[in-house]
C-alpha cells in the first residue's frame, strides 16, 4: 500500500485498518466485523482464504465484492482463493468435499452463483499477495525480507505461483506431510523479520487459548497469526490498527 492510497483513506475519512483474518465461509461472523469497521471508520482488510468450510460462502464473497465496490476495503491473496479460482477457470485440481468442494456446490445452488463465479475470476486474479505499509506487512501465509522491496505481480492470482508467491500463499513448509494430511510448516521466516516491523497473516492456526498468536523473531520483529479458526470449529479474529 503507497503512501499515496493512504493518503487517499486518510482523506475519505477513514482512521485506520480493521485486519480480518481467514473467514472460511463464515459470512454472519465477517459481517459483524464489516459493521463495526464501518462505525469505526476503519478500512478493512481481508488477509485471504475467503471461502471453503464453513456455512455460506457465496455470502462471504458478496460481502467482500460489497466493499471492493464501496472502496471500504480488499483482500490478499490466500492459498483456496487461488485455488477457487483454478476450479472455476476449469483447470484441474483436486476437491475435496468439506473444502472447495462445499464452497462449489454452495456457489451452484446460489441464485447469482454463475455470477460471483465470474466476479471472483476477476477478482481473485487481481488481489495482491501481500501488501506493505510502512512498518506493517500484511500476507496470508508467511513472509520474506524480499516483499519489503518488491511490489507483489499485479496478476500473482491468474497463474502459477513464483517462489516468493509461494511464500506468501503457503508459508514455510519442509516438504513432508503430516499425518492429518496437511504440509508441515516451520516458522523460521519469522527470525527474518527486521527490527520494529509486524507481519500480520492468517493461514496457520497457532493460537492456543482463541487468541490471535504474536511470535517475537530473533532480529526484533514480530509476527501476529490472526487465524483462529473459522469455519473449522473456531471463530473469526480481527485486529484493529490506527494510522
Keep these: 500500500m503507497s503512501e499515496a492510497a493512504l493518503a487517499d483513506l486518510k482523506a475519505r475519512g477513514f482512521q485506520g485498518l480493521r485486519v480480518v483474518a481467514d473467514v472460511h465461509g463464515e459470512a454472519e461472523a465477517f459481517a459483524r466485523a464489516i459493521d463495526g469497521a464501518k462505525s469505526d471508520k476503519l478500512f478493512v482488510l481481508q488477509l485471504g482464504d475467503l471461502t471453503d468450510h464453513g456455512p455460506d460462502s457465496p455470502e462471504t464473497l458478496r ?19 487461488h485455488k477457487l479460482r483454478r476450479a472455476l477457470s476449469g483447470q484441474r485440481v483436486s476437491v475435496k468435499r468439506e473444502r472447495l468442494g462445499l464452497t462449489l456446490d ?14 471472483a475470476l476477476t477478482e481473485i486474479a487481481a488481489a495482491p499477495a501481500w501488501l506493505r505499509l510502512r512498518d506493517w506487512v500484511f ?3 508467511g513472509f520474506h525480507p524480499r516483499m519489503l522491496v518488491t511490489p507483489p505481480p499485479a496478476d500473482a492470482g491468474a497463474k502459477k505461483p513464483d517462489p516468493l508467491v509461494s511464500r ?10 503430516q499425518p492429518d494430511g496437511f504440509p508441515e510448516r516451520v516458522h523460521f521466516w519469522v527470525d527474518r523479520i527486521p527490527a520494529g516491523m509486524t507481519v500480520h497473516c492468517g493461514h496457520d492456526r497457532r493460537s492456543t487459548d482463541g487468541r490471535p498468536f504474536v511470535q517475537a523473531g530473533a ?22 490498527l490506527a494510522w
Design 168 to 177: 506468501a500463499l503457503f508459508g514455510e513448509v519442509t516438504g513432508r506431510m
Design 106 to 119: 454452495q456457489l451452484r445452488a446460489a441464485k447469482d452463483g454463475e455470477r460471483l463465479a465470474e466476479r
Design 139 to 141: 500476507v496470508h501465509g
Design 63 to 81: 460481502l467482500m465484492f460489497g466493499l471492493l465496490d464501496g472502496r471500504r476495503g480488499r483482500f490478499l491473496l490466500g492459498n483456496h482463493d
Design 219 to 240: 532480529q526484533g520483529g514480530s509476527a501476529v497469526f490472526l487465524d483462529t479458526g473459522a469455519g473449522k470449529g473456531g471463530h473469526l479474529s480481527w485486529v484493529d
